[in-house]
């Protein structure tokens, strides 16, 4: 079984692109959505230990908890001690399934794959990329994004240039969803004569 890592910096349509794969019958681990359920679940009780006070209602508030990681190193890798081997249990759980199921091919949506190091436990990268302005546009649209956010969040990913260089296959979406669709089903392509 091929196992893709799907990555991409914020705002260059990672989602979109991650859905396209979907709807080309490739199972999608999205990591994204695993920390969305863990925040309502596994990780609740040591997050609220770890950072008092971030809980709200029994579940984690993103908003909160981002306030108190994202400008201190040592929370931050506080927070990923605990987030991360959870993370990692659910995609081997995920893959063990894929794998009885026969699957040949799945994908990893992986926004942070370099960052974690989890780039080693994928077979092929692909990074969905697209022009600087168009990123910037598609962030600064979103509901309470300012330029400062996004700067800071930019800073703790690796620059968009180095994921390209390191990619396998890299989807332009600046280029129009077409575009995008035509180099997932190129990339299915060449993968599944390897598989």
């Known amino acids: 079984m091929i196992r893709i ?13 991650a859905q396209m794969f979907r709807e080309l019958g490739i199972a999608v681990l999205d ?3 695993i920390v969305h359920d863990l925040y309502r679940g596994a990780a609740v009780a040591p997050i609220e230990l770890a950072f008092p006070g971030v809980v709200v209602d029994g579940v984690v508030d993103r908003g909160k908890l981002a306030q108190r990681v994202l400008a201190d190193a040592e929370a931050l890798k506080r ?25 040949k091919i799945v994908v990893y949506d992986v926004p942070l794959l370099f960052e974690t190091g989890a780039e080693t436990s994928v077979d092929v990268i692909v ?5 600087e302005d168009v990123q910037k546009a598609r962030v600064l649209a979103r509901p309470g994004m300012t330029e400062e956010k996004f ?14 260089a390191r990619a396998d296959f890299v989807v332009d979406t ?12 190129a990339i299915l392509r060449a993968l599944d004569e390897k598989a």
Not at 127 to 131: D, K, L, Q
Request: proline share 4%; glycine share 10%; aromatic share 2%.
């Open 5 to 17: 890592g799907l990555t991409g910096s914020i705002g260059m349509g990672k989602s979109t692109t």
């Open 31 to 33: 990591s994204d959505q």
């Open 79 to 103: 927070l990923e001690a605990i987030v991360h081997p959870l993370v990692w249990a659910a995609r081997d759980a995920f893959l063990r399934e894929q794998e009885q199921q026969g699957a």
């Open 127 to 131: 990074v969905v990329s697209a022009p």
């Open 151 to 164: 700067a800071a969040i930019l800073a703790k990913q690796v620059p968009d240039s180095e994921k390209r």
């Open 174 to 185: 600046g280029a129009g969803i077409d575009a995008a669709r035509a180099d997932v089903a």
